[in-house]
């Protein structure tokens, strides 16, 4: 690896100068001549039937361009999955939570726009409402869709087999229930969308997106027109975290509006929009029972987990399994049995979010932790005997390839002194260990590869093409790098066009974690392809075989005599002469179990590769007011190989705020009647640079057979591992096993409390059998 | 309500804008200047991605009038770099990978800067305050404290300070 001159080291992300020079453009930032405001009108009922829609009044309103609703929409129901479809643009008939969209305007500016809302008459029967996904399991006749029983969106179930056997031989058996609040990306940018047919009635829509391709397939569908006619342009994106997946019905809607008015349409989402519309974390109920042998070994683990999905499908069939997958991956199991049931209430929708299941896996950790415990074991050692090894099957039959594992575990052991300082802290200070394992990819049936083309341009400099998309996390750098790396070019000299999809080939998208390994894996073969044509010219000129030439600085030359070389820019253009194509593509297709299904068939390879993670936390709590400091996190993943260190230290550190700081201290969501009462970022609240501990970072290399020089996922087995080590060092501290997230401090002080109590009872029995 | 005719001084330059007694000071900037430099994010003064200076002091463009704003020095980020060239700070925030999705990064700057112009050597619990007011949901924070701290006196020891060359 050592021979590489971009790869590997900590080059600067291309994409940066544009951004501290306040050039980049986000979709709310952007002006297309003529163009109008666009505003969605939302239901204020959590449940109710939609009787009438008058518009007369909002169409009538000077300035007023277009009114549209359910009516437009030709009813057409969407959903990611075919039998998820359950999800309609604008309410035809019922509206399912309060937010969901009923009808859309576009007017010349915003105030016209927002007083037209207020014109929509919108008659309403209200229905009776649910909001506890226990409740509406429970109910045969109060149903949200009626096609779906009991209000059971999704339910998931894995058995290997031998689990009750298993228990029967089991020296130890434990059975928790954890549980967790719903919570929100919060990110910097707020939704936003535009759209516009162009001359040759082609939609093309600019907005946030986690993969543009995601987005074109369901607009071609909804539009009846082909996906050659759908652009989804690139556009600087502020965050997505598992939140802008999908189609978003305000894309459809300001199309819809762009359409009826013949000009380019504009909606930028408001902050509670953001927060409410968009998608929101999964709350959750998760039982786990777990048998152990007299070692810590898990012999069986029975997990059951209700997660309240709100008003549609979104994602559900993934985000029913990812708690699940993620579990099965970092820990080896005898046997295991998994329930899982996405409930639909009358509440906001829930999708992907960053640590997905939080109150899943920091239940899994903490059992663990109590087994340990009883077993007079320590949280290391307990880790180490079920941490997952390479060459393993998981549970669901993934070969596991590369796994380091072990290696994180021992690494941030060592440099955050757990060993030293575990059972030997102060009261109220305590130290804790998580350890996840994430996916590198889905099943994606026909969007589970990527392309990329490479075009060479006379002066010898490339544009490169690839359908990856960067929502902040440094994609489009990995892709330069890359791409200069393999060329011999420096990275100025590569043009990148990504995230298009009028150019871009087909790409699983950035939320499943695979870029760097499907989409940059593409853009590497393509250079390959693309070095070898030019080194069959250059060979010719320098009278050598092309086995021995190399390229680098913007030169070709002989790898054992570099003095012998020639300019890449005269290749081209020798090549050009010569009517020799200096173009390339290259393409790259992960070998999982096409038949592996979410529901029907959840075994078999889910991917290529998986990524492992140890974050170890020390925290003071401080017992009168039960808040939490944090003094150091040490956050250690296996990334198969670091393609740039400098960018993923940024994401170990954003995990832990995210999965850790936020994720474990302060981020939730409060309802009142399904009405979310906290979605701006003055009442939900996320960390801050005062808040944050100091973070030692810790990039551990297991160089995967099949990523790109060796890399894998890398960053979210942190924001996972960082959520369970921040639950761990908590409960460590006030010596009381916590059990529902995130850790506020009413919930620590209750838990104090109840200890002191529970003591003074012993003591007085104590007392009382002494006398 | 009744139009009226402003000037504001941005970035060193005087513009005239015909604006609403109640437009804040940020929409004037995004939608009548074309500076979309500064964000709008929370609209209600929590996030800081809207942060502007006005006489060298920071402050929330989604809170403030444009009219309050007539008699002051205005500075977005469009201002920080001089032409092409960029200011250290803006070079250490490159530099040291401060920078991921980019939409917080205009109002961290502006904070950063401001704070750099009162205290050339903050230490690092001077800038964790000072940007204490500024929200970041991609990079927590590590990397754009560490540009702060190190744009205005670059280490031997960190292996991302470009400027010591």
């Given amino acids: 690896m050592s021979d590489h001159t971009l790869i590997g080291t900590r080059m600067p992300r291309v994409d940066s100068r544009a951004k501290v020079m306040g050039k980049a453009k986000y979709t709310a930032d952007l002006k297309l001549p003529g163009m109008l405001v666009g505003k969605i009108k939302r239901s204020p009922y959590a449940h109710a039937r939609i009787l009438n829609i008058d518009t007369s009044k909002a169409e009538a309103l000077p300035g007023v361009k277009a009114v549209v609703t359910g009516k437009d929409t030709e009813g057409v129901k969407w959903g990611v999955f075919p039998y998820t479809r359950d999800q309609q643009f604008i309410q035809v008939e019922k509206a399912r939570y309060i937010g969901d969209e009923v009808a859309g305007v576009a007017a010349m500016d915003e105030e016209t726009a927002l007083r037209a809302l207020d014109l929509i008459e919108v008659e309403y029967e209200e229905l009776p409402a649910i909001f506890d996904p226990m409740e509406a399991m429970a109910s045969d006749t109060e149903l949200i869709h009626e096609d779906f029983p009991n209000n059971i969106n999704i339910h998931v179930n894995i058995d290997t087999g031998n689990v009750e056997e298993n228990f029967e031989k089991a020296h130890y058996i434990r059975e928790d229930t954890f549980m967790a609040s719903e919570e929100s990306y919060f990110h910097a940018e707020p939704y936003a969308v535009v759209a516009r047919f162009d001359h040759e009635d082609c939609l093309e829509v600019w907005c946030p997106n986690a993969g543009p391709h995601m987005k074109s397939k369901p607009l071609s569908n909804s539009f009846k027109i082909p996906l050659h006619k759908v652009k989804i342009k690139k556009i600087a994106i502020g965050g997505a975290f598992g939140g802008r997946s999908e189609i978003c019905p305000a894309d459809y809607i300001c199309a819809l509006l762009a359409k009826k008015t013949g000009k380019p349409v504009k909606i930028v989402f408001t902050r509670e929009e953001n927060t409410i519309a968009t998608r929101q974390g999964h709350a959750m109920i998760t039982t786990h029972k777990t048998g152990v042998d007299r070692e810590g070994r898990v012999l069986a683990r029975e997990s059951t987990c209700y997660m309240d999905g709100g008003a549609y499908s979104s994602t559900g069939p993934i985000a029913t399994s990812v708690p699940f997958l993620s579990m099965e991956q970092a820990y080896r199991m005898e046997s295991v049995r998994y329930n899982g049931y996405r409930i639909y209430t009358n509440k906001p929708i829930r999708g992907m979010i960053r640590v997905h299941g939080r109150g899943f896996a920091c239940g899994v950790d903490t059992q663990l932790d109590m087994i340990a415990d009883h077993l007079g074991i320590d949280p290391v050692e307990i880790r180490l005997k079920n941490s997952r090894q390479p060459g393993d099957y998981t549970s669901t039959k993934s070969y596991v390839s590369s796994c380091a594992m072990d290696e994180t575990i021992h690494k941030a052991v060592e440099k955050s002194g757990f060993k030293e300082k575990w059972g030997k802290l102060p009261p109220f200070h305590g130290i804790g260990i998580g350890t996840n394992s994430v996916q590198t990819g889905f099943p994606m049936g026909i969007r589970g590869g990527s392309q990329s083309f490479i075009k060479f341009n006379e002066d010898g400099e490339a544009t490169v093409m690839s359908g990856v998309v960067d929502n902040g996390q440094g994609n489009e750098n990995m892709l330069v790098q890359i791409a200069a790396e393999e060329l011999g070019l420096l990275p100025e000299d590569i043009h990148l066009v990504n995230a298009d999809t009028e150019t871009t080939s087909s790409d699983p998208g950035s939320y499943s974690q695979v870029s760097t390994f499907v989409g940059g894996h593409a853009v590497k073969i393509a250079a390959e392809n693309c070095r070898e044509k030019l080194f069959k010219v250059a060979a010719k000129v320098l009278k050598v075989d092309p086995q021995e030439l190399a390229a680098k600085n913007r030169l070709i030359f002989v790898k054992d005599d570099p003095e012998k070389s020639i300019p890449i820019k005269k290749v081209v253009r020798i090549s050009l002469l010569n009517f020799t194509s200096v173009n390339a593509e290259g393409g790259y297709w992960p070998k999982v179990d096409m038949k592996r299904e979410w529901v029907k068939n959840p075994y078999g390879q889910m991917c290529e590769a998986f990524s492992f993670g140890t974050t170890i936390v020390e925290v003071k709590v401080d017992p009168v007011t039960g808040q939490v400091e944090v003094l150091e996190a040490t956050a250690a993943q296996d990334v198969g190989y670091a393609l740039n260190p400098l960018i993923l230290e940024g994401q170990f550190e954003g995990s832990v705020a995210m999965g850790g700081q936020g994720g474990m201290l302060t981020e939730y969501h409060e309802w009142m009647d399904g009405r979310c009462i906290n979605p701006t970022m003055l009442d939900y609240k996320v960390p801050l640079a005062c808040d944050m501990p100091r973070i030692n970072n810790i990039i551990v290399e297991s160089i995967d057979p099949k990523g790109p020089y060796g890399a894998k996922e890398a960053g979210m087995s942190i924001a996972m591992s960082a959520a369970q080590g921040y639950s761990g060092a908590v409960s460590n501290a006030i010596g009381v096993f916590l059990d529902s997230f995130p850790l506020t401090p009413d919930k620590i002080l209750a838990a104090i409390k109840e200890k002191q109590t529970r003591q003074l009872k012993q003591e007085n029995a104590d007392k009382t059998e002494g006398n | ?165």
Avoid: W
Avoid at chain 2, 79 to 88: F, P, V
């Fill in chain 2, 1 to 165: 309500m009744e139009k009226i005719e402003i000037t504001l001084n941005i970035n060193g330059k005087p513009h005239e804008v015909t604006i609403y007694p109640n437009d804040t000071l940020l929409d004037v900037l995004r939608d009548k200047l074309d500076l979309t430099g500064s964000k709008e994010s929370c609209g209600e003064g929590v996030c800081g991605s809207c942060t502007v200076h006005m006489d060298g002091k920071p402050v929330r463009a989604c809170l403030t009038l444009a009219m309050e704003a007539q008699d002051a020095e205005i500075k977005t980020v469009e201002g920080l770099a001089n032409g092409d060239e960029l200011s250290n700070l803006q070079q250490s925030f490159i530099d040291h990978g401060a920078v991921q999705c980019g939409f917080c990064t205009p109002g961290m700057l502006m904070s950063a800067d401001a704070l750099l112009r009162e205290n050339p050597k903050p230490d690092e619990k001077t800038i964790r305050k000072a940007l204490a007011g500024n929200i970041c949901r991609c990079t927590g924070y590590a990397k754009i404290v560490q540009a702060v701290a190190h744009a205005a006196q670059p280490q031997d020891n960190c292996c991302d300070c470009k400027s010591k060359e």
